[in-house]
């Protein structure tokens, strides 16, 4: 991956690998790694479990996120799955307290399980998200609270029709973000989706040393996402947020080459000289 990025003490690299040599090391210096994962999930640990904590002291931004994130998804489950009433599942990568699930997954989906590292940020969730505290019918709970960093975890094959991933992917190192998503697509069901909201550099890559995060461009996640096999369905920028945060935009990922629901292809449109019809 050739970029050129810097780090929040405003140091430069000539391109990310450069970066990452020194991140994470390299092949077989697995104690390097694990210290950037160790230091990663050290910060969260120390942050507060609430929505302003998961969002870094902006919890102003998450009703604009959720709006958002909102009217996108509801045409994405009517182009993908029609508007028959499917038992619908997601999974909430990087969950933290289960904001995402709370106010958005849930309202959409029957039953959606949360994986998320930091064991007080997913107690919250498991509190947030109890049938007394989460206005949701029966038929909508959050079911599976699992405890592990998405670079250990491996879906249950074919449970999810929607995998949804927000602001954690800059946890991952390249080569485990490539395989979190490789293992992820047998977690999905015949047509489902991932959907991948994160924030994105202008150019290259920025590293926070504080978070051990890394935000990526949007070139350099589409060379990944290429890596994984995935093809990008949509993609949606959010609006809305104050001018001094990173451009956020969202992702959607299949594995296969979309179809409509239907199951005819999309119209191409066609660039070739043609007659004018009259
Ligand atoms: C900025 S918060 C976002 C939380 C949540 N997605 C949201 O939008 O409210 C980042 C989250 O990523 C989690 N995280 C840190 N390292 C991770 C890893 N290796 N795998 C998965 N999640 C991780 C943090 O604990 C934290 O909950």
């Known amino acids: 991956m050739e970029a050129v990025g810097s780090d929040s003490d405003g140091r430069e690299f000539k391109n990310a690998n450069e970066m990452w040599k020194e991140e994470i090391g390299e092949e077989?210096?697995?104690?390097?790694?694990?210290?950037?994962?160790?230091?990663?999930?050290?910060y969260w640990e120390n942050v507060e479990a609430s929505v302003d904590g998961v969002l870094g002291g902006y919890g102003l931004v998450n009703e604009a996120d959720v709006r958002s994130s909102e009217a996108f998804l509801k045409t994405l489950l009517v182009e993908r799955f029609g508007s028959a009433g499917r038992h619908l599942v997601a999974l909430d990568c990087g969950s933290g307290i289960g904001r995402v699930t709370k106010n958005l997954l849930l309202r959409y989906f029957n039953e959606v399980d949360l994986v998320e590292p930091v064991s007080h940020f997913l107690e919250a969730a498991r509190e947030n998200l109890a049938p007394e505290n989460c206005m949701i019918s029966d038929t909508h709970k959050a079911v599976n609270f699992y405890c592990v960093?998405?670079?250990e975890f491996s879906p249950e094959v074919g449970r999810y029709d929607v995998i949804w991933v927000q602001w954690c992917i800059g946890q991952l190192a390249d080569d485990d973000f490539i395989s979190f998503f490789k293992r992820a697509k047998a977690g999905l069901k015949p047509n489902g989706f991932?959907?991948?909201k994160e924030?994105?550099?202008?150019n290259g890559f920025v590293l926070d040393k504080d978070d051990r995060s890394i935000t990526r461009s949007d070139l350099y996640f589409k060379e990944l996402f290429n890596q994984c096999g995935l093809h990008i369905w949509k993609i949606k920028d959010q609006k809305g947020f104050p001018k001094e945060l990173f451009g956020v935009k969202m992702y959607v990922l299949t594995i296969d080459l979309p179809k409509r629901v239907d199951g005819s292809r999309k119209k191409m449109k066609s660039y070739k000289p043609a007659v004018i019809k009259s």
């Open 194 to 196: 991932f959907v991948v």
């Open 149 to 151: 960093p998405l670079q």
């Open 199 to 202: 924030n994105i550099a202008k």
């Open 28 to 42: 077989g210096e697995a104690d390097k790694k694990q210290e950037w994962y160790r230091k990663g999930v050290g």
